[in-house]
């Protein structure tokens, strides 16, 4: 196509679990435990239970799980395990389906349903997290790294609210053979299936060890809803605009030039 507008979404990284020993964790297939110092007949080998939280030593990949805590199939507990990234999508059977156009007029969504959470604890949701495709925009051709890249905005988000946005600049090709620099942004936010905002935490706050990324949502329930939008800054109005839409109304050479953009997230889970 003429514009080289790369959304890379089909293959951010996704939701893993790992618990002791690489297990998989979660709060809907175990026991609560109920002492962890109970007496145990030494010639029940494999099947006795030394923790006491009714997974079978034989297949307690955590023991040791501290009393009364509820532990997934594998005799893991939340307090034993940590979150993990997945490297395939899509996880846990979601169906992931996007409309719209990062570039355009009411921005790109990403609708996620029919979550199975199975086996997990916890579902996180991170931004901008692969260090192979940073987020940026380019209006001259391929990003230009760092200068395009995307940074974090504390006065124009509202975590709590659901709202990021991340800010740069980037340039625009004319025709004249100038390229002038532009302030853009992109802005994400993020609901759950009521329509209810879930709130935006750094990566610290929610307990998650990124690659790239400094901020996610802990997602409830089975589905949630992303809107994103792209814009940069028109020079003369100071007014946003829809990053495609301006450049469809600049004056690029003929036949037009090209743009690159970069935007994605990861899952990670526990």
Do not use: K
């Not at 799980?65 to 307090?79: K, Y």
């Not at 301006?246 to 899952?267: E, K, L, M």
Request: charged fraction near 15%.
């Amino acid at each position: 196509m003429s514009l080289l507008h790369r959304v890379l979404c089909t293959a951010p990284a996704i939701l893993a679990v790992m618990g002791c020993a690489n297990a998989q964790t979660g709060n809907d297939g175990g026991t609560p435990g109920d002492g962890g110092g109970s007496s145990v007949d030494a010639s029940c080998g494999d099947s006795c239970d030394g923790d006491g939280d009714g997974v079978p030593d034989g297949s307690d990949e955590c023991p040791g799980t501290p009393a009364g805590e509820e532990v997934n199939q594998v005799g893991c507990a939340d307090s034993q395990v940590t979150p993990t990234l997945e490297p395939e999508f899509p996880p846990f059977g979601l169906t992931w389906t996007p409309t719209g156009d990062l570039g355009r007029a009411g921005g790109l969504t990403w609708t996620y349903t029919g979550i199975d959470r199975s086996d997990l604890f916890h579902i996180y949701w991170v931004v901008c997290d692969d260090p192979a495709a940073p987020c940026g925009l380019s209006l001259d051709g391929a990003l230009d790294a760092p200068a395009e890249y995307w940074l974090f905005s504390a006065p124009d988000s509202d975590l709590p609210a659901g709202r990021l946005v991340l800010t740069g600049t980037t340039r625009i090709l004319l025709a004249d053979a100038t390229t002038p620099t532009l302030n853009s942004r992109v802005t994400v936010t993020i609901v759950d299936e009521s329509d209810l905002a879930i709130p935006f935490a750094d990566l610290d706050t929610l307990g998650v060890t990124g690659r790239t990324g400094q901020h996610g949502a802990e997602i409830p329930g089975t589905g949630y809803e992303v809107v994103a939008l792209a814009e940069v800054q028109d020079p003369s109005t100071l007014a946003w605009v829809p990053y495609l839409d301006y450049y469809d109304a600049a004056p690029t050479p003929d036949p037009g030039g090209t743009t690159a953009i970069s935007f994605g997230a990861s899952f990670y889970g526990e």
